[in-house]
């Protein structure tokens, strides 16, 4: 089984910076992309940042100069550094991986459990 575990998220002032992490466990082979995604009320899933095991980073545009990815291979864990906040960003924040676990011929997704990020004052 493999597990993806976020931590990190809360409520910030407009301005304000967070940072979001998140540890893949379990039977894994290889990790390749990790990324973060992101969903409001009433919106579809977004792509925010998302990065490949060589460490090449993808932004969405809405989020460009102001959020950071960043992954620590020997862990299996990707941060996200989130500053300038603005109140667009809330969202409950989802961390995805592409991975081969144990086992298996195949790549597959994992998804995380969200953490609630509320930018507001």
């Known amino acids: 089984q493999v597990q993806l575990v976020e931590s990190g998220g809360g409520l910030v002032q407009p301005g304000g910076s967070l940072r979001l992490s998140c540890a893949a466990s379990?039977?894994?082979?290889?990790?390749?992309?990790m990324g973060w995604y992101r969903q409001a009320p009433g919106k579809q899933r977004e792509l925010v940042a998302a990065?490949?095991?060589?460490?090449?980073?993808n932004y969405a545009d809405s989020v460009k100069g102001r959020f950071t990815i960043s992954r620590d291979n020997a862990k299996n864990t990707v941060y996200l550094q989130m500053n300038s906040l603005k109140p667009e960003d809330t969202a409950v924040y989802y961390c995805?991986?592409?991975?081969?676990?144990?086992?298996?011929?195949?790549?597959?997704?994992?998804w995380g459990q969200g953490t609630q990020v509320t930018v507001s004052s």
């Open positions: 995805n991986a592409e991975l081969l676990p144990l086992g298996s011929p195949s790549l597959s997704d994992y």
């Open positions: 379990g039977s894994i082979f290889s990790i390749y992309v």
């Open positions: 990065i490949t095991s060589g460490g090449r980073p």
